[in-house]
């Protein structure tokens, strides 16, 4: 996931993410994160996201 645009992906069915890299990719302008990859993305990288588009990130996954 490396230097890719992901504005409004949607990784619902993401499961597997344990090791992945996601440099220079706007993972924080996705659709929808569900909260275990969002947790992961979070202490993987230091972007600084705010409470509200967190909240947003997991609801669209809903």
């Known amino acids: 996931m490396r230097k890719v645009a992901l504005d409004n992906a949607d990784f619902i069915g993401v499961k597997v993410y344990g090791g992945s890299k ?27 996201v705010t409470e509200e588009t967190k909240s947003k990130l997991v609801a669209n996954c809903h």
């Open 22 to 48: 996601w440099e220079d990719s706007n993972w924080w302008d996705a659709k929808c994160l569900p909260q275990p990859l969002l947790d992961y993305l979070l202490e993987a990288n230091s972007h600084p």
